[in-house]
Protein backbone atom coordinates (compact mmCIF):
# COMPACT_ATOMS: atom_id res chain seq x y z
CA UNK A 1 0.00 0.00 0.00
CA UNK A 2 1.47 3.51 -1.28
CA UNK A 3 1.44 6.11 1.43
CA UNK A 4 -0.45 9.45 0.63
CA UNK A 5 2.13 12.34 0.06
CA UNK A 6 0.95 16.13 -0.78
CA UNK A 7 1.41 15.88 -4.25
CA UNK A 8 -0.65 12.96 -4.87
CA UNK A 9 -3.40 15.39 -2.99
CA UNK A 10 -3.22 17.79 -4.72
CA UNK A 11 -3.15 16.27 -8.44
CA UNK A 12 -6.14 13.87 -6.90
CA UNK A 13 -7.77 16.98 -5.84
CA UNK A 14 -7.42 18.79 -9.69
CA UNK A 15 -8.13 15.61 -11.12
CA UNK A 16 -11.75 15.83 -8.89
CA UNK A 17 -12.70 19.56 -10.53
CA UNK A 18 -11.01 21.55 -7.15
CA UNK A 19 -9.18 24.60 -8.71
CA UNK A 20 -7.31 25.24 -6.17
CA UNK A 21 -5.63 22.89 -2.89
CA UNK A 22 -3.48 23.78 -0.09
CA UNK A 23 -2.15 21.53 2.80
CA UNK A 24 -1.89 22.50 6.62
CA UNK A 25 -1.38 20.99 9.38
CA UNK A 26 -4.12 19.97 11.62
CA UNK A 27 -4.22 21.71 15.07
CA UNK A 28 -6.24 24.23 16.65
CA UNK A 29 -7.03 27.25 15.32
CA UNK A 30 -6.44 31.01 17.00
CA UNK A 31 -10.03 31.77 18.40
CA UNK A 32 -9.21 35.06 18.23
CA UNK A 33 -11.29 36.12 15.11
CA UNK A 34 -14.53 33.83 16.44
CA UNK A 35 -14.84 35.33 19.63
CA UNK A 36 -14.37 38.39 18.44
CA UNK A 37 -17.14 37.80 16.19
CA UNK A 38 -19.14 36.01 18.94
CA UNK A 39 -18.21 38.85 21.08
CA UNK A 40 -19.63 41.81 19.06
CA UNK A 41 -22.82 40.54 18.29
CA UNK A 42 -21.59 40.25 14.44
CA UNK A 43 -23.32 36.46 13.90
CA UNK A 44 -26.81 37.63 14.07
CA UNK A 45 -29.20 35.34 14.60
CA UNK A 46 -26.21 32.72 13.51
CA UNK A 47 -26.37 30.91 16.73
CA UNK A 48 -25.07 28.09 15.82
CA UNK A 49 -21.79 29.70 14.93
CA UNK A 50 -21.48 29.44 18.97
CA UNK A 51 -22.56 26.44 19.48
CA UNK A 52 -20.20 24.09 18.09
CA UNK A 53 -17.37 26.31 18.87
CA UNK A 54 -15.11 23.82 19.92
CA UNK A 55 -15.39 21.70 17.05
CA UNK A 56 -14.84 24.91 14.70
CA UNK A 57 -11.56 25.54 15.99
CA UNK A 58 -9.94 22.22 16.38
CA UNK A 59 -10.26 19.80 14.02
CA UNK A 60 -9.55 16.62 16.52
CA UNK A 61 -12.89 16.94 17.56
CA UNK A 62 -14.19 16.37 13.74
CA UNK A 63 -11.63 13.41 13.41
CA UNK A 64 -9.80 11.82 16.11
CA UNK A 65 -6.55 11.23 15.21
CA UNK A 66 -6.59 14.44 12.92
CA UNK A 67 -2.91 15.28 11.12
CA UNK A 68 -3.74 17.49 8.38
CA UNK A 69 -6.55 19.30 6.67
CA UNK A 70 -6.72 19.69 2.99
CA UNK A 71 -8.55 23.24 1.88
CA UNK A 72 -10.22 23.56 -1.67
CA UNK A 73 -12.01 26.05 -3.62
CA UNK A 74 -13.90 25.52 -7.06
CA UNK A 75 -14.03 28.85 -8.89
CA UNK A 76 -17.42 30.49 -10.25
CA UNK A 77 -15.72 33.28 -11.43
CA UNK A 78 -18.06 33.40 -14.80
CA UNK A 79 -18.05 35.79 -18.10
CA UNK A 80 -18.49 39.32 -17.43
CA UNK A 81 -21.90 40.05 -18.71
CA UNK A 82 -24.52 43.13 -17.64
CA UNK A 83 -25.76 43.16 -14.41
CA UNK A 84 -29.89 43.15 -14.35
CA UNK A 85 -31.37 46.31 -12.68
CA UNK A 86 -33.43 44.59 -10.32
CA UNK A 87 -34.00 41.26 -8.55
CA UNK A 88 -30.44 41.02 -8.57
CA UNK A 89 -29.16 37.59 -7.45
CA UNK A 90 -25.36 36.60 -6.35
CA UNK A 91 -23.18 35.42 -8.52
CA UNK A 92 -22.54 31.90 -6.50
CA UNK A 93 -26.42 31.24 -6.64
CA UNK A 94 -26.80 31.77 -10.19
CA UNK A 95 -25.50 28.20 -11.71
CA UNK A 96 -26.53 25.04 -9.80
CA UNK A 97 -26.69 24.34 -6.03
CA UNK A 98 -23.22 24.39 -5.03
CA UNK A 99 -23.68 22.34 -2.45
CA UNK A 100 -24.94 19.50 -4.97
CA UNK A 101 -21.46 20.10 -7.05
CA UNK A 102 -19.52 20.27 -3.91
CA UNK A 103 -20.45 17.12 -3.14
CA UNK A 104 -19.92 15.54 -5.57
CA UNK A 105 -16.62 16.84 -6.35
CA UNK A 106 -15.23 15.56 -2.63
CA UNK A 107 -16.58 11.90 -2.95
CA UNK A 108 -14.25 11.92 -6.32
CA UNK A 109 -11.48 13.15 -4.60
CA UNK A 110 -12.14 11.11 -1.46
CA UNK A 111 -12.58 8.14 -3.45
CA UNK A 112 -9.23 8.62 -5.55
CA UNK A 113 -7.14 9.05 -2.28
CA UNK A 114 -9.04 5.58 -1.19
CA UNK A 115 -7.52 3.67 -4.29
CA UNK A 116 -4.02 5.11 -3.09
CA UNK A 117 -4.53 4.78 0.47
CA UNK A 118 -7.73 2.14 1.67
CA UNK A 119 -7.16 3.10 5.40
CA UNK A 120 -7.51 6.45 5.21
CA UNK A 121 -9.89 8.20 7.57
CA UNK A 122 -11.22 11.73 6.30
CA UNK A 123 -14.16 14.24 7.54
CA UNK A 124 -14.89 16.25 4.25
CA UNK A 125 -17.33 19.08 3.73
CA UNK A 126 -18.08 22.18 2.46
CA UNK A 127 -20.18 24.62 4.28
CA UNK A 128 -22.41 22.50 6.03
CA UNK A 129 -20.15 21.35 8.73
CA UNK A 130 -18.63 23.21 11.67
CA UNK A 131 -15.24 24.10 10.20
CA UNK A 132 -13.72 27.56 9.66
CA UNK A 133 -12.87 27.27 5.94
CA UNK A 134 -11.96 30.96 5.21
CA UNK A 135 -9.07 30.46 8.04
CA UNK A 136 -7.77 26.85 6.72
CA UNK A 137 -7.69 28.01 3.11
CA UNK A 138 -5.56 30.93 4.14
CA UNK A 139 -3.34 27.96 6.57
CA UNK A 140 -3.44 26.14 3.76
CA UNK A 141 -1.73 28.88 0.92
CA UNK A 142 -4.61 29.28 -1.38
CA UNK A 143 -5.86 32.46 -0.59
CA UNK A 144 -6.16 34.89 2.37
CA UNK A 145 -8.85 36.63 4.46
CA UNK A 146 -9.95 40.11 2.55
CA UNK A 147 -11.16 43.37 4.54
CA UNK A 148 -14.60 42.42 3.08
CA UNK A 149 -14.27 38.94 5.17
CA UNK A 150 -13.87 36.90 1.92
CA UNK A 151 -11.44 34.30 0.73
CA UNK A 152 -9.25 36.21 -2.11
CA UNK A 153 -7.39 34.25 -4.25
CA UNK A 154 -4.69 35.38 -6.51
CA UNK A 155 -6.06 33.48 -9.91
CA UNK A 156 -9.64 33.60 -8.76
CA UNK A 157 -10.49 36.63 -6.88
CA UNK A 158 -13.24 35.88 -4.05
CA UNK A 159 -15.30 34.15 -6.72
CA UNK A 160 -14.75 30.84 -5.17
CA UNK A 161 -16.45 28.14 -3.34
CA UNK A 162 -14.23 26.64 -0.24
CA UNK A 163 -14.39 22.85 0.79
CA UNK A 164 -12.39 21.20 3.78
CA UNK A 165 -11.52 17.67 3.80
CA UNK A 166 -9.59 16.90 7.39
CA UNK A 167 -7.51 13.20 6.93
CA UNK A 168 -5.60 11.07 9.79
CA UNK A 169 -2.57 11.50 7.39
CA UNK A 170 0.94 13.30 7.83
CA UNK A 171 0.92 15.57 4.79
CA UNK A 172 4.25 18.26 3.71
CA UNK A 173 1.73 21.58 4.97
CA UNK A 174 2.03 24.51 2.86
CA UNK A 175 3.08 28.20 3.72
CA UNK A 176 -0.27 30.10 4.67
CA UNK A 177 -0.82 32.64 2.43
CA UNK A 178 0.08 36.29 3.29
CA UNK A 179 -2.28 39.24 3.29
CA UNK A 180 -2.40 41.08 0.02
CA UNK A 181 -5.22 43.54 0.87
CA UNK A 182 -2.50 46.52 1.73
CA UNK A 183 -3.56 49.67 2.25
CA UNK A 184 -6.66 49.11 -0.23
CA UNK A 185 -10.30 49.92 1.86
CA UNK A 186 -12.40 49.61 -1.65
CA UNK A 187 -14.59 47.26 -0.53
CA UNK A 188 -15.02 48.96 2.86
CA UNK A 189 -17.25 51.86 1.21
CA UNK A 190 -18.80 49.97 -1.36
CA UNK A 191 -20.82 47.86 1.26
CA UNK A 192 -24.85 49.70 0.91
CA UNK A 193 -25.18 49.16 4.52
CA UNK A 194 -22.04 49.22 6.02
CA UNK A 195 -22.24 46.02 7.34
CA UNK A 196 -17.86 45.89 7.60
CA UNK A 197 -17.40 47.20 10.60
CA UNK A 198 -13.43 45.76 10.57
CA UNK A 199 -10.92 45.39 8.47
CA UNK A 200 -11.78 41.36 7.94
CA UNK A 201 -15.27 40.95 10.06
CA UNK A 202 -18.75 41.21 8.89
CA UNK A 203 -21.61 42.39 10.93
CA UNK A 204 -24.36 40.18 9.61
CA UNK A 205 -27.02 42.52 11.57
CA UNK A 206 -26.30 45.06 8.77
CA UNK A 207 -25.31 42.40 5.96
CA UNK A 208 -27.78 42.28 3.01
CA UNK A 209 -26.67 38.59 1.83
CA UNK A 210 -27.60 37.32 5.74
CA UNK A 211 -30.93 39.32 6.01
CA UNK A 212 -32.05 38.41 2.61
CA UNK A 213 -31.05 34.60 2.65
CA UNK A 214 -30.19 33.43 6.41
CA UNK A 215 -33.30 36.20 8.06
CA UNK A 216 -36.16 34.74 9.38
CA UNK A 217 -39.01 37.06 9.56
CA UNK A 218 -38.70 40.57 9.14
CA UNK A 219 -35.74 42.53 7.57
CA UNK A 220 -34.41 45.94 9.29
CA UNK A 221 -35.77 49.22 8.28
CA UNK A 222 -32.48 50.50 7.92
CA UNK A 223 -31.30 47.46 5.64
CA UNK A 224 -34.11 47.73 3.43
CA UNK A 225 -33.45 50.87 2.98
CA UNK A 226 -30.37 50.10 1.10
CA UNK A 227 -31.42 47.49 -0.37
CA UNK A 228 -31.16 48.64 -3.81
CA UNK A 229 -31.71 45.47 -6.78
CA UNK A 230 -30.36 42.67 -4.45
CA UNK A 231 -33.21 39.69 -3.90
CA UNK A 232 -31.15 36.78 -3.18
CA UNK A 233 -27.43 38.23 -1.75
CA UNK A 234 -25.37 40.55 -2.69
CA UNK A 235 -22.21 40.80 -4.48
CA UNK A 236 -21.10 44.78 -4.11
CA UNK A 237 -17.82 44.26 -1.84
CA UNK A 238 -16.80 41.72 -4.09
CA UNK A 239 -17.13 43.42 -7.50
CA UNK A 240 -15.81 46.74 -5.64
CA UNK A 241 -12.26 44.53 -5.20
CA UNK A 242 -9.29 45.04 -7.28
CA UNK A 243 -8.36 41.47 -7.31
CA UNK A 244 -11.77 40.65 -8.75
CA UNK A 245 -11.63 43.55 -11.81
CA UNK A 246 -9.24 41.38 -14.38
CA UNK A 247 -10.26 37.68 -12.88
CA UNK A 248 -10.56 35.32 -16.02
CA UNK A 249 -13.54 33.25 -16.28
CA UNK A 250 -12.88 29.90 -15.11
CA UNK A 251 -16.20 28.91 -13.34
CA UNK A 252 -16.82 25.28 -12.79
CA UNK A 253 -19.46 24.50 -15.86
CA UNK A 254 -21.56 23.53 -13.20
CA UNK A 255 -21.73 26.78 -11.40
CA UNK A 256 -21.99 29.12 -14.88
CA UNK A 257 -24.72 30.71 -14.41
CA UNK A 258 -28.45 30.42 -15.16
CA UNK A 259 -30.15 33.27 -13.98
CA UNK A 260 -28.53 36.85 -13.11
CA UNK A 261 -31.72 37.63 -12.06
CA UNK A 262 -35.27 37.48 -11.57
CA UNK A 263 -38.70 38.47 -13.09
CA UNK A 264 -39.63 40.67 -9.80
CA UNK A 265 -43.37 40.67 -10.94
CA UNK A 266 -43.45 37.40 -11.29
CA UNK A 267 -41.78 37.20 -7.83
CA UNK A 268 -44.33 39.18 -6.43
CA UNK A 269 -46.58 36.67 -7.06
CA UNK A 270 -44.73 33.45 -6.20
CA UNK A 271 -47.07 30.68 -4.98
CA UNK A 272 -45.82 27.82 -3.11
CA UNK A 273 -46.61 25.32 -5.52
CA UNK A 274 -44.33 27.69 -8.04
CA UNK A 275 -41.41 28.00 -5.63
CA UNK A 276 -41.72 24.50 -4.82
CA UNK A 277 -41.23 23.88 -9.00
CA UNK A 278 -38.92 26.94 -9.84
CA UNK A 279 -36.52 26.99 -6.67
CA UNK A 280 -36.37 23.57 -5.07
CA UNK A 281 -33.23 21.99 -5.37
CA UNK A 282 -31.31 25.04 -6.02
CA UNK A 283 -29.54 27.51 -3.66
CA UNK A 284 -32.46 30.27 -4.13
CA UNK A 285 -34.18 27.70 -2.22
CA UNK A 286 -32.47 29.12 1.10
CA UNK A 287 -34.60 31.74 1.51
CA UNK A 288 -37.72 29.50 1.70
CA UNK A 289 -40.53 30.96 0.17
CA UNK A 290 -41.87 33.70 2.60
CA UNK A 291 -38.05 34.92 2.67
CA UNK A 292 -38.29 35.23 -1.30
CA UNK A 293 -41.55 37.15 -1.46
CA UNK A 294 -40.47 39.17 1.18
CA UNK A 295 -37.57 40.05 -0.43
CA UNK A 296 -39.46 40.76 -3.76
CA UNK A 297 -42.11 43.21 -1.69
CA UNK A 298 -38.65 44.60 -0.03
CA UNK A 299 -36.90 45.50 -3.68
CA UNK A 300 -40.12 46.71 -5.31
CA UNK A 301 -40.21 49.36 -2.41
CA UNK A 302 -36.69 50.27 -2.67
CA UNK A 303 -37.07 50.58 -6.44
CA UNK A 304 -39.77 54.08 -5.50
CA UNK A 305 -41.82 53.05 -8.48
CA UNK A 306 -45.21 53.67 -7.91
CA UNK A 307 -46.18 50.92 -10.92
CA UNK A 308 -45.29 48.27 -7.65
CA UNK A 309 -48.16 49.97 -5.39
CA UNK A 310 -50.50 47.39 -5.84
CA UNK A 311 -49.02 44.28 -6.17
CA UNK A 312 -46.94 45.10 -3.04
CA UNK A 313 -50.34 46.35 -1.36
CA UNK A 314 -51.55 42.93 -2.00
CA UNK A 315 -49.28 41.39 0.89
CA UNK A 316 -50.58 43.66 3.48
CA UNK A 317 -52.79 40.86 4.42
CA UNK A 318 -50.04 38.17 3.69
CA UNK A 319 -49.83 34.96 6.23
CA UNK A 320 -45.93 35.65 6.62
CA UNK A 321 -45.46 38.28 9.24
CA UNK A 322 -42.08 39.52 7.72
CA UNK A 323 -43.72 39.90 4.40
CA UNK A 324 -46.46 41.98 5.98
CA UNK A 325 -44.02 43.81 7.93
CA UNK A 326 -41.92 44.56 4.52
CA UNK A 327 -45.36 45.37 2.92
CA UNK A 328 -46.26 48.37 4.86
CA UNK A 329 -43.04 49.77 4.48
CA UNK A 330 -42.42 49.07 0.77
CA UNK A 331 -45.81 50.83 0.47
CA UNK A 332 -44.92 53.95 2.23
CA UNK A 333 -42.06 53.87 0.20
CA UNK A 334 -44.12 54.09 -2.51
CA UNK A 335 -46.10 57.04 -1.84
CA UNK A 336 -48.82 54.73 -0.10
CA UNK A 337 -50.57 53.82 3.26
CA UNK A 338 -49.13 51.12 4.64
CA UNK A 339 -51.48 50.77 7.73
Request: hydrophobic share 45%; net charge positive.
Amino acid sequence: MASLESAFVKEAARAAGFHEVGVARARPLDPGPLERVLGSGWDADMAWLGARKAERLDPSLLLPGARSVVALALSYAAPAAPEPARARVARYARGRDYHAVMKRRLASFLARLRERDPGLRAFASSDIAPVMEKAWAQEAGIGWVGKNGCLITPRHGSWVLLATAILDRELAPDAPHPERCGACRACIPACPTGAIPAPGFVDARRCISFQTIERRGAVPEEVAERLGPWVFGCDDCQTACPWNGAVAASSDEELLPRRPGLDLEALLRLTLEEYRKSFWGTSLARARHDGLLRNAVLAAGASGEPRWREAVRAHLASAFPGVRQAARWAIRRLGGDGS
